[in-house]
């Protein structure tokens, strides 16, 4: 499919959706794909990229950013404590704060290092035990423990199930938003990303509809 026909469908979805150019982000995920893959997107222009984990994105982006400026990369995977140090210095923004200890962590970074990325709460919208983010239950309290802490919330992720109407979850997702007074939304990839722009995400994550299928090694 490819970059050009992705962004030309997210316009599309924002101007059916009554909202501006410009409104919604595109997260190209480049998790587990070829550099020459990446070097492509990276040729026609796109800046904004998301990796799952810490180490790869280690392992790939130093090199990237020394040829290409003004990349802006976003952890849209699950950050263990003792890595996050790490994280600080290689992402301008983390989705998955998902838990207290994080947080605490994430504070403590912060003051240490004068700087934090700008951070996104996962809410497990489905309340799935084998899947990270805080419940929805306890999305306002945590919110509000992390703004006590000082950290940069700009919004809120979710992965809805795969068998479930994604609509349902951003709509919930957007609730939680709006009553914390929270703009960002981080919400569809490559199968529902229009529903979610319809719904009012600021943040898609797109892989395989822009890179083709992984190839894990």
Not at 25 to 35: D, E, G
Not at 78 to 106: E, G, V, Y
Not at 170 to 181: E, K
Request: charged fraction near 25%; charge should be negative; aromatic fraction near 6%.
């Amino acid at each position: 499919m490819g970059l050009a026909e992705i962004s030309d469908r997210i316009a599309k979805a924002v101007a059916a959706a009554g909202r501006a150019k410009g409104d919604v982000t595109l997260i190209a995920v480049s998790k587990v794909q070829p550099n020459e893959r990446v070097v492509a997107v990276l040729e026609e222009g796109h800046r904004c990229f998301g990796e799952n984990r810490v180490q790869e994105a280690a392992g790939k982006w130093p090199d990237f950013r020394a040829s290409y400026e003004g990349i802006d990369l976003h952890l849209i995977g699950p950050l263990q404590t003792n890595k996050a140090r790490q994280a600080f210095s290689l992402f301008q923004s983390i989705h998955s704060l998902d838990r207290p200890k994080l947080a605490a962590t994430c504070a403590r970074l912060a003051q240490e290092e004068g700087h934090c990325p700008d951070l996104f709460i996962q809410v497990n919208t489905g309340e799935e035990p084998q899947k990270a983010g805080v419940l929805p239950a306890e999305a306002d309290g945590f919110i509000a423990d992390c703004r006590n802490l000082d950290l940069p919330v700009k919004g809120l992720m979710c992965i809805p199930p795969e068998d479930e109407e994604p609509s349902l979850h951003f709509a919930l997702l957007a609730r939680i938003a709006a009553r914390n007074g929270l703009t960002g939304l981080s919400m569809g990839m490559s199968g529902d990303f229009e529903t979610a722009i319809a719904l009012g995400a600021t943040h898609v994550r797109v892989g395989s509809a822009i890179f083709g299928a992984r190839t894990p090694g």
